[in-house]
């Protein structure tokens, strides 16, 4: 059983950078796609980001391209977001999710516990 750990939130300035980080323990994470998740006070859980097994490939919606970036560390088994230009409207808990491939992002297999990142304006 695979357990996922967030850590690296916490509270930035507006225009500012944060890096989070998502390790494992239990199992390597190489056989998972790994994604990142957002869930704001009174809104739907929404994908941030998501990367493949490779590493290769990474997939993000429209409005978070270009500022966020994941990454995966197959050696350090753990996945990285690195947040740039951040906006008052990026707080939110944001949660690390790890998916087989049989395995859609609708239902991860595995779900972190979640890092609190607020933006102050």
Known sequence: QVQLIESGGGLVQAGGSLRLSCTA???TLSNFRMGWFRQAPGKER???ATISLSGRF???????RGRFTISRD???NAVYLQMNSLKPEDTAVYYCAA???TSSWSNPD????????????
């Open 99 to 101: 998916a087989q491939v």
């Open 46 to 48: 929404e994908r941030v």
């Open 110 to 121: 595995v779900w972190g516990q979640g890092t609190q990142v607020t933006v102050s304006s």
């Open 58 to 64: 990474a997939d993000y919606p429209d409005s978070l």
């Open 25 to 27: 323990s239990g199992r």
């Open 74 to 76: 197959s050696a350090k």
